[in-house]
């Protein structure tokens, strides 16, 4: 008897668990996938479509210098040109991180002519995880080193929207 009743607790238990589970399933948003990201960078906006289609859009801040494309390290520019996502990152300096795979053969060969560093880690984030920057960096000012900001909220959105190797077109 002792027995049959554990049996019984056990099952209702796993019921509940199972009810649970569906009903937290219910509350989850379903986020569609993009498959290109457009940043227009004098619009300061990011744009996530699927088939030409735009899903959702978000404001952005720029690196310090935004007019023009990125030619060095340590220019402070965002860069312009095609692309795509290459790695996500949770563990970043900044709320959640997508890498942008900057440079591209178009960048290391003008760099190279040059004769510069292109730089690189040019990434899609959210805001600093640390409170040593100013809070001017949350009111819309560019404010990064060349990369494209969002809020945490926003990057939380982009995350869950868009997978690697995702294609990105960054324009003036």
Sequence with gaps: MNRTIKIIKYLCFLLLAFNWAVSANDLTPNYDKADRVLVIKSE???????EDKVLKTFNIALGLVPEGPKQRSGDFRTPEGHYY?????????????????????????????LGVDPGGQIMIHGQPNEERYSALRAQGLDWTDGCIAVSNSDMIDIWLMIDELTPIEIRP
């Design 44 to 50: 300061r906006k990011l744009h996530l479509y699927k």
């Design 85 to 113: 996502l290459e790695t996500k990152n949770p563990n970043s300096d900044y709320f959640l991180s997508i890498k942008v795979s900057y440079p591209n053969d178009y960048d290391l060969a003008r760099a190279g002519e």
